[in-house]
């Protein structure tokens, strides 16, 4: 039997397209004996509950990954033991470091991508079956690249991506592109998706934006939540809206919202390592009924929840868009 996915309904007197979760954050940064913050992981329905993979810094500051389990999709059970991927290439296996994973189901296995450490951020690829053993596969791209997220079918026979080429540092720019690949080694085809928006038309986007959880195919096309930047007199602000991608050539973008769905407001989302972030990394939905759960990092530090109902989405970015 399905596990129900993590559901709130709409606060009473809220008009927002999505609301938080009024127990938010679900994973405290400290949640393991060694961790300095929980933040930025990937969350995929399995068997009859919930499984992930969680992006844990521990209090050396290390980047790692780590597995979870839920019965709920709110109390979660982390593995304390990071996640080592089996890999016979040494090239390739050698651990330096690895964050923001993205978790997809596509036919028979779950693939992770994650920025990953081969001589600068690149995107990682592995896959597994039983959230056990994870079978890493090439780095989809050339340093430097973040925020590898996979689409949940073939498109036109190929396996498909996003991705947003970066630098070794806090970027301070960042278009999405799309990337197919025939057999998940090699990947070609790129085309660009969409670039910041203009200040004047949508300034919480207008610094650099990134793909977030796996995209959901509708009648529209492919819904796309993703994150954008501005850079304000105080540094970064991260918060998340969402666009329309065709459905046969999902880097062309038939719609893109103006206005944000959700942006650093409160304490949680405010305060921490990284503060004013909402990152999102992976959502729920349900099919029958049209909710959606996201799951988003808050100031690097802590995971939160966010809700909301797919066709109020598609609506308000149609609604809104800027495209």
Known sequence: MKKQMPWEDRPANSKDVMWRYSANPIIPRNLLPTSNSIFNSAVVPFGNAFAGVFRCDDTNRRMRLHVGFSEDGINWNIKEEPLKFICDDKEIGEWVYGYDPRVCFIEDRYYVTWCNGYHGPTIGVAWTTDFENFYQLENAFIPYNRNGVMFPRKINGRYAMLSRPSDNSHTQFGDIFYSESPDM??????????????????????????????????????LMIYHGVLQSCNGFVYSFGSAILDIDEPWKVKYRSGPYLISPQTYYECVGDVPNVCFPCASLHDEATGQIAVYYGCADTVTGLAFGYIPEIIEFTKRTSIV
Do not use: D
């Open 185 to 222: 080694n090699f990947w070609g085809k790129h085309r660009h998706v969409m670039s910041p928006a203009a200040f004047e038309k949508s300034a919480w986007q207008c610094t650099k934006i990134g793909a977030g959880p796996i995209p959901i195919e509708t009648s529209e096309g492919w």
